[in-house]
């Protein structure tokens, strides 16, 4: 009969090599999701569409971008340090209380606005020998 101290050590083991698989899984899952490597561009869509690019490398100053649609306002700022909105007429601003833009993009469905970072596809080529 094995001692506890050795069954213990074996349930930690085993404890440690599911989370490292959990882990492992979940960034693969969110690479492939997202679709390739987050970049330093902000892309500002109104109604699906790109209608604003802006790389964050290239600001010396805040920047603010003012969509409007149908008579509704929305402000996003655009700096080095981040990006949100600044200012939305929609009803519940929801968009304006999500804060700083990260991995999920700031959506204002009222007014069919979304702020996001743009993604490189995945290189066909990890490295290249010169």
Known sequence: ???RTELN?????????LAAVSVAGICSYLL?????????TVQ???NGEIIREIDLRSLAEPV??????????NVVRVSRDGVYMLEADCPDQICV????????PIVCL???VTVRFAYAPPSAVDAELG
């Open 32 to 40: 492939l999701v997202s679709g390739g490597v987050k970049s330093e």
């Open 1 to 3: 009969m094995k001692s």
């Open 110 to 112: 009222p007014n069919r």
């Open 64 to 73: 603010d971008v003012t969509v409007e649609a149908d008579g509704r306002l």
């Open 97 to 104: 209380r999500q804060g700083t833009l990260g991995a999920v």
């Open 44 to 46: 500002i869509l109104q």
């Open 9 to 17: 050590r074996r349930i930690i083991f085993w404890v440690a090599v």
